[in-house]
């Protein structure tokens, strides 16, 4: 028989990113794991849930995998996932002294540089700057 699942008080809306990482970070010590946690131990735990979350979708075509939304199971099965990826990247993130929303800003600035909108609006190839 399966557990009732809680009633979560957390949204997007209401956490912050270091919330987020406070709460990961509770859950690894109470259980002593930090002496595992290092940045390669972590780079690797990302990259696997990754790979997880990838194997909801794989041979699916598009369309397929849009329905996943539609499906309560199979959404909430990616949620697991991408919960679990996020976890390991703020974990990584705190271990090395990343504040997140800073480095995300900063990428994000420089992709507009390297895409601008009037060559990139609509295309999946862009031609790259030289140089």
Known sequence: MNEP???PTLTDDRATVRHLQ???GQFVRERHWEQF???KNLAMSLAIE????MEHFQ???PEEADAIAMDPDARSAVAEE?????AYLLGLAAR???DLSSALELKMQKNARRFPV?????RARIARPSG
Do not use: F, K
Request: charged share 25%; no cysteine.
């Open 37 to 39: 946690h290092n940045p």
């Open 5 to 7: 699942q809680p009633i």
């Open 59 to 61: 041979w699916e075509r």
């Open 96 to 98: 090395l002294g990343i």
């Open 50 to 53: 990754a790979a997880e979350v």
């Open 82 to 86: 991408l919960a679990d990826v996020l």
């Open 22 to 24: 406070r709460m990961v």
């Open 118 to 122: 009037e060559s990139a609006r609509g």
